[in-house]
């Protein structure tokens, strides 16, 4: 069968989900099926449907089931969303709508990505530029202590750190891909550890200082670790060293350890993750209410959990039970009505996504092409296990979303046009007669 | 650059597999406690969310318990029969997270806490969890007639089904109201409404025990109804002087005529002569020395047995046990008035003794039984032969002008009884512990009863308790 076709066929499982899903939303909330209801279902297989046409004419080689798994992700996404709160489900709807314009905007746009090459310092001074827009006064916002968002007259809050993610892995793979060699023959041993070449690490040094600028500066934990875990996993592939790796790893623990060590946000954040039950820190207003209720509410959930629904979301009285549901905690509300079958399941699709961009950077027959898929692949991996990593207490808890489940406008349009990169990167690995085969190594 | 790209997936398999052993940890592993952490407020509010099932009396029509609809999603707890049911019923209080009584002994069906299978359909077909109802054996109208008859002094009436085992009555005053709980102070106020007298209060059982030492005399074939003992009073029992009421003097008597009469020294003698090891047998036949098996919460439920003058509990098998005044009722027995029920009952249902039960049947809401209690032999106390016996000696108690238990005679149908004065408080107090056990009709039994009252002015189980058993037999019999 020929991948386009593939991708059509692969498909029909998120039509059913969505389909099944809304309908098990209706028959609880025990209201007819509406002509409302049934057009969110409509539109949205509507828009995958067009989303695989432009596929199908643009990009004919690309993987077949990338863009399925993801329409899964946001198929499910959205019906969880709409049994939170179906006003947010039509947002996140248009949300879609503005991913899907912007992804195959990139697609027509970027159809040579290696383009991106010749802008790669300017992608990276406007990725870390929009990082540090939160804290610009009369726009910046703060959530939690975090300085995450920025707000937009039209579109409401905006989050730079999902699209600077993606700037700073076209630059790496970029930049990487020009010194990679030079940073490996350059590099003298010293007391049996690697050294690389100062000169040529100097930029590299420059997104160590970002991630720990994010950390000074956004006080957010969490896009810190994605952001220096994409560019490790980016170095890694491109010099074959794991000294760097450990190199970088001890930098940033140090940089953590003291620049976050003085930051009340990130220290607190952290006394919460070891003693999520201590009640001092538990009544604490940003302590450790939202995780120890995170805790709480898959423990409701068990195997199988307590179906799609079900879970306990608020108190008789209307406040809130679980805190930010539709955003950080989502994972939590799916482990509570889903258990850990259903927990699993939704992990499998992210470890499958990130199993499929390996596969591209594998095929890639150059050097940026792989080095952009594994950068794009790995700060993806990183985005899942930071949040359901800090939902479930093996990290400290921070505000990162999950990528197409989770509400929020910016991390969707940012992760489509993620996928759009990767798409592209595919179609051209997997074309049947090589083109030019210049920058392979 | 291959290589490491595919480590790098192993590392993401890695992280991922430590992600799903984080979500098994909080979901199952760790999840029970989780569940029990005090912060966590879930299955509070879970519970709150449950319809509860009713609480119905044996006619199926009074309610004893229902659910109304409280704030936002949940319930509340409601009981219509506050004074009258109050301790069968108990409560459940979520806020307080307290439960007691059927409330919390029959929880499982009232919260519709079925297996897991059925609460997967369940999900599947979107229905709520709802409790199912749950009917009990208590007949309200003698219910109230025992509580009234109580009038407002404290102590306690059981009756039994003696062929089933059925709890007909359990009245125990005084009650209290479960929608408006007392406080400590007023709970001490009221003299411990909280407590069930019928199944946690220990009482000393004076003659109506003699029922259990004359059970065992007649199954060992060492006496007979017409065995003639010497009635003089006093006589020496573990080298301390024992005498009858009055110190009134009988010559040799057969044991009918002892047991009609209360004799002390005659019954005495005969426990002397049984000796510890068969009367504790009989007395474990009889359900003495342990837990009842009652479908009530096991800390609600007080075991009766011998207690040492120190108040500590003795073993069945203990040397301190001073058997001759066991006997009788004395010697530190602390019975409940539910086990004395169990004794007529036993007695009444030719020695079998059938497992009490407040439950008779487990109902959904749509009407069909999910459960029935039925009757279960607990213990067959006594032959066919020596439980007919004791029961014409029983009658003769009732029957007999000189009878002690004349107060409980109901035209047209016979009775069979034995009462029981305990002396408590201080030496020299006129604080008595009437007791009255019974059973009727006395040849064809339908109802065992156990009536006593907490600490009489001088009153005697005869004048005292026999009118109260009267009552609440009168107000089972014609429909029983």
């Known amino acids: 069968m020929r991948a386009r076709n593939r991708e059509l066929v692969a498909l029909v499982p998120a039509a059913l989900l969505v389909t099944a899903g809304f309908a098990a939303v209706f028959i609880q909330r025990q209201a007819a099926l509406t002509n409302v209801s049934l057009t969110y279902g409509a539109i949205f297989l509507g828009l995958c449907l067009a989303t695989h046409i432009v596929l199908r004419f643009a990009l004919p080689h690309a993987d077949p089931y990338l863009f399925p798994l993801v329409a899964l992700l946001a198929s499910f996404g959205v019906v969880m969303i709409y049994r939170l709160d179906p006003a947010l489900a039509l947002k996140q709807a248009k949300f879609f709508v503005i991913g899907l314009i912007l992804f195959v905007g990139t697609i027509f746009a970027f159809r040579d990505y290696r383009r991106l090459e010749q802008y790669r310092y300017t992608i990276a001074a406007v990725g870390l530029l929009i990082l540090l827009l939160p804290r610009v006064p009369g726009i910046g916002a703060q959530t939690n202590g975090a300085y995450l968002g920025v707000k937009v007259p039209v579109l409401g809050a905006f989050q730079p750190a999902e699209l600077s993610k993606v700037a700073i892995v076209v630059f790496l793979a970029s930049y990487l891909r020009d010194t990679r060699q030079v940073l490996v023959l350059g590099a003298r041993r010293i007391l049996g550890v690697t050294i690389p070449p100062l000169k040529h690490f100097g930029p590299l040094l420059v997104i160590w200082g970002a991630s720990m600028l994010a950390l000074v500066l956004i006080k957010d934990l969490g896009s810190s670790i994605m952001f220096f875990g994409g560019f490790l996993a980016v170095l890694y592939v491109a010099t074959n060293r794991v000294s760097f790796v450990l190199i970088g790893l001890v930098a940033f623990a140090l940089g953590a350890?003291?620049?976050?060590?003085?930051?009340?946000?990130?220290?607190?954040?952290?006394?919460?993750?070891?003693?999520?039950?201590?009640?001092?820190?538990?009544?604490?207003?940003?302590?450790?209410?939202?995780?120890?209720?995170?805790?709480?509410?898959?423990?409701?959930?068990?195997?199988?959990?307590?179906g799609f629904g079900e879970a306990i979301l608020n108190l008789p009285q209307g406040q809130s039970l679980l805190p930010a549901p539709?955003?950080?905690?989502?994972?939590?509300?799916?482990?509570?009505?889903?258990?850990?079958?259903?927990?699993?399941?939704?992990?499998?699709?992210?470890?499958?996504?990130?199993?499929?961009?390996?596969?591209?950077?594998l095929l890639a027959r150059d050097s940026f092409s792989t080095l952009l898929a594994v950068g794009l692949s790995a700060v993806f991996a990183l985005q899942v296990f930071v949040i359901v990593g800090g939902?479930?207490?093996?990290?400290?808890?921070?505000?990162?979303?999950?990528?197409?489940?989770?509400?929020?406008?910016?991390?969707?349009?940012?992760?489509?046009?993620?996928?759009?990169?990767?798409?592209?990167?595919?179609?051209?690995?997997?074309?049947?007669h090589a083109g030019s085969r210049a920058g392979a190594a | 650059m291959s290589k490491p790209i595919l480590r790098l997936y192993v590392l993401v398999l890695v992280l991922f597999s430590t992600l799903v052993v984080a979500t098994s940890w909080s979901t199952v592993f760790g999840a029970s406690g989780l569940r029990d952490n005090p912060l966590n407020q879930r299955s509070l509010l879970q519970e709150l969310q449950i319809r509860r099932g009713l609480i119905l009396a044996a006619d199926g029509r009074t309610v004893l318990a229902r659910s109304v609809r409280g704030p936002g999603h949940t319930f509340e707890r409601s009981y219509p029969t506050p004074a009258i049911f109050s301790h069968e019923v108990g409560y459940s209080n979520a806020r307080l997270g307290q439960r007691v009584g059927l409330e919390r002994s029959r929880n499982a069906a009232l919260t519709g806490d079925t297996n897991e299978l059925g609460s997967i359909f369940d999900q599947l077909s979107g229905k709520e969890r709802e409790g199912q109802n749950v009917v009990t054996t208590l007949d309200p109208v003698a219910q109230k007639v025992a509580i009234d008859q109580l009038g407002n002094r404290k102590g306690s009436v059981v009756a039994l089904d003696p062929r089933t085992g059925a709890v007909r009555v359990m009245a125990s005053f005084p009650g209290f109201d479960p929608n408006n709980l007392p406080s400590g102070k007023e709970q001490a106020a009221l003299g411990s409404?909280?407590?069930?007298?019928?199944?946690?209060?220990?009482?000393?059982?004076?003659?109506?025990?003699?029922?259990?030492?004359?059970?065992?005399?007649?199954?060992?074939?060492?006496f007979t109804p017409s065995s003639v003992l010497s009635?003089?009073?006093?006589?020496?029992?573990?080298?301390?002087?024992?005498?009858?009421?009055?110190?009134?003097?009988?010559?040799?008597?057969?044991?009918?005529?002892?047991?009609t009469k209360s004799v002390n020294t005659v019954w005495a003698q005969v426990a002397v002569r049984l000796g510890r090891s068969t009367m504790a047998k009989y007395m474990q036949r009889f359900g003495f020395y342990k837990t009842p098996q009652l479908d009530y919460p096991k800390t609600q439920l007080a075991v009766s047995r011998v207690f040492s003058f120190r108040g500590r509990p003795l073993g069945p098998d203990s040397k301190q046990t001073d058997i001759g005044r066991v006997g009788i009722g004395q010697g530190g027995l602390g019975v409940t008035p539910l086990q004395m029920a169990m004794v007529a009952s036993a007695v009444a249902n030719g020695g079998r003794l059938m497992r009490p039960h407040l439950t008779d049947r487990i109902v959904d809401?749509?009407?069909?039984?999910?459960?029935?209690?039925?009757?279960?032999?607990?213990?067959?106390?006594?032959?066919a032969g020596a439980a007919r016996s004791l029961g014409k000696m029983m009658q003769q108690v009732v029957k007999d002008p000189e009878g002690t238990g004349t107060a409980a005679q109901i035209g047209g149908t016979a009775v069979a009884g034995k009462t029981g004065t305990a002396q408590v408080g201080t030496l020299g107090s006129n604080l008595t512990q009437p007791w009255f056990i019974a059973f009727a009709p006395a040849d064809n039994?339908?109802?065992?009863i156990a009536v006593t009252v907490e600490r009489s002015q001088?009153?005697?189980?005869?004048?005292?308790?026999?009118?109260?058993a009267k009552r609440v037999l009168e107000a089972l019999l014609p429909r029983g």
Not at chain 2, 241 to 251: E, I, T
Request: glycine share 10%.
């Open chain 1, 257 to 306: 350890y003291f620049i976050g060590g003085h930051i009340a946000h990130v220290t607190s954040r952290v006394d919460a993750w070891q003693h999520p039950f201590q009640p001092a820190l538990y009544n604490r207003t940003g302590g450790s209410y939202q995780i120890a209720q995170s805790l709480f509410a898959q423990a409701d959930g068990g195997l199988f959990g307590r």
């Open chain 1, 326 to 361: 539709q955003t950080d905690l989502i994972y939590a509300v799916i482990t509570d009505e889903l258990g850990l079958f259903g927990a699993c399941a939704v992990l499998l699709v992210y470890l499958l996504i990130v199993e499929r961009g390996l596969r591209i950077a």
């Open chain 1, 391 to 432: 939902v479930t207490k093996v990290i400290p808890l921070t505000g990162v979303t999950l990528p197409f489940i989770s509400y929020g406008g910016s991390s969707v349009v940012a992760n489509f046009i993620l996928l759009a990169l990767l798409l592209l990167v595919s179609d051209r690995a997997r074309r049947p």
């Open chain 2, 193 to 222: 409404p909280l407590l069930n007298r019928a199944t946690q209060a220990h009482y000393p059982p004076g003659s109506t025990f003699k029922v259990v030492t004359a059970a065992a005399a007649l199954d060992t074939r060492r």
């Open chain 2, 231 to 259: 009635g003089k009073s006093p006589i020496t029992v573990s080298g301390v002087p024992l005498a009858n009421d009055n110190n009134d003097q009988f010559g040799p008597i057969d044991l009918t005529t002892a047991l």
């Open chain 2, 365 to 383: 809401r749509d009407g069909r039984t999910v459960q029935r209690i039925g009757s279960h032999l607990q213990a067959t106390v006594m032959s």
């Open chain 2, 445 to 448: 039994p339908k109802v065992a």
């Open chain 2, 458 to 468: 001088g009153g005697f189980g005869g004048t005292v308790a026999a009118p109260i």
